[in-house]
């Protein structure tokens, strides 16, 4: 099916909903989508449940079951909609909510309380037809309260026992500082979510984010959670095109950096064009506010959609070469510039991404030597998110853990960026095993990891101050 296919007519331009779109545009983008692995990523329905508590369980799992079937109804079916007015992969429909913490406090006394939460979010993600919902989630970048603390120690349940379920936790801000003693407790949650699903490669810890400076409007899961600014439902949309950038720079080979620049910007523009069209498209169909567009280049295990592939059209061998970093940051920034320039709401994460499981380039690299989780962790001080979909050794401590995570969250915060950390200490296996999820997870080469101890260090508690200059008012 054609983009844009209802419309094709002997005119030059078509004008669709706010855009005027001409022929040139619809023939580009039907190679796109043909050709390149163009998609929209995801479509997902924020929906806020502060107006769902209660101070009583049972009641309150009444209300969010009431209020996420109701609201998501026909999420699917507009997005089945969409896809067959105008022939545009729509590859997920997701719900984040309002972060269960803020939810549940008042009615949850232990874990095990807002782990029932957890059920009912699954079980509503499965009614109206949804792949995941995010939400699961604690704002604790300065301090816990009893609710946060609950939370945060029911995550290895919640997530082992529901499938479509995702987590997060911000540990950590430019204006507040990294609160250590959430980064503690964080290594022995994801050693705990490790074990708790070990029969699966340890799969629940792929679906739990760690997040320093996390944004409000992410429509990308597994971070994805609808922010306590945003109003009582919203639609934001993802947009994905690895295989156009790569498809794109093929053409400039030999070009000098203003030209390969100029190219990705030119792409990326009208990339977030294609999902602007879509989330004004469901904005009306759903009667829900248009939110952002998140312009991220989120691989997938397929071939040809691949950050890694784009770093290799560029001039690296593999990912991990000198000179990945400044083409990281190249890449990255580009992004960005043309995608504000073709949506008045660009908002998320918006750059690119650079998961392992992820993207097959990625993997390569890994297995070939050119790329090592403290390359990878260099490489997130200039992209999008951080250490992201990274196996690691099924021993690995839990103080281990809180130090990578605190250095990422040290990175995010010295750089006022949004970083984040994925990891999966895969149960009983080592350096040369592998893991599989399957699907858009895709599989990971289990990566070595630096065996000297931070127990110490990590052990301090507290907080790390804000950097001075967060102390812009």
């Known amino acids: 099916m054609d983009y844009f296919a209802p419309d094709r007519r002997a005119n030059p331009s078509v004008k669709i909903g706010e855009f005027m779109i001409t022929r040139l545009e619809v023939d580009e983008t039907n190679k796109m989508i043909r050709q390149e692995n163009l998609d929209v990523r995801t479509i997902t329905l924020g929906i806020s449940l502060l107006d769902c508590i209660s101070d009583d369980l049972e009641k309150l799992k009444e209300n969010i079951r009431n209020k996420i079937c109701t609201k998501a109804a026909r999420l699917v079916e507009t997005g089945r909609e969409i896809e067959g007015l105008y022939g545009i992969p729509i590859v997920n429909k997701r719900i984040s909510v309002t972060p269960i913490a803020l939810v549940g406090g008042a009615a949850c006394r232990t874990p ?66 990294i609160n250590m003693d959430a980064v503690m407790l964080m290594g022995r949650v994801i050693k705990e979510a490790a074990w708790e699903t070990r029969t699966h490669d340890s799969m629940a810890c792929a679906k ?188 690995t401590s839990a103080a281990t853990i809180s130090g990578i995570i605190a250095d990422e969250m040290a990175i995010g915060m010295i750089n006022q960026k949004t970083t984040a950390v994925r990891l999966i200490p895969a149960v009983g296996k080592a ?16 990566m070595p990891v630096n065996r000297f101890s931070c127990e110490r260090f990590i052990g301090r508690g507290g907080r790390i101050p804000a950097p001075v200059h967060s102390f812009k008012n």
């Open 112 to 177: 095990e309380d807002f782990a029932e939460i957890a059920i009912v979010l699954d079980e509503c993600a499965k009614t109206v037809g949804v792949n995941f919902i995010g939400g699961y989630t604690a704002l604790v970048s300065k301090s816990m309260t009893r609710a946060d603390e609950l939370l945060i120690r029911s995550i290895p349940k919640a997530l082992a026992s529901t499938d479509r379920v995702c987590s997060s936790v911000n540990v950590g801000s430019t204006k507040t500082g």
């Open 431 to 446: 350096v040369g095993d592998s893991v599989e999820f399957g699907g858009l997870l895709g599989y990971a080469p289990i």
């Open 208 to 395: 739990l984010v760690v997040f320093c400076n996390a944004p409000d409007d992410n429509p990308f899961m597994a971070g994805a959670f609808h922010g306590v600014t945003e109003g009582d439902s919203v639609i934001n949309v993802g947009v994905s095109g690895p295989g156009v950038v790569k498809a794109a720079l093929e053409h400039c080979r030999d070009s000098n950096f203003e030209v390969l620049c100029e190219t990705i910007k030119k792409t990326a523009f009208k990339i977030t064009r294609v999902g602007q069209l879509v989330a004004q498209e469901a904005s009306k169909r759903m009667d829900v506010p248009f939110g952002i567009v998140d312009l991220s280049l989120a691989p997938t295990p397929a071939i040809g959609d691949s950050v890694a592939d784009i770093l290799k059209e560029i001039g690296l061998e593999h990912p991990g070469a000198p000179g990945t970093t400044a083409a990281l940051a190249l890449l990255n920034d580009q992004v960005k510039k043309g995608g504000v320039m073709a949506s008045s709401y660009v908002g998320g994460l918006s750059g690119a991404f650079i998961p392992v499981s992820e993207d097959q380039g990625m993997i390569e690299a890994v297995c070939a030597g050119a790329l090592t989780l403290e390359k990878l962790e260099a490489m997130t001080c200039v992209c999008s998110v951080g250490l992201d979909m990274i196996a690691i050794p099924g021993d």
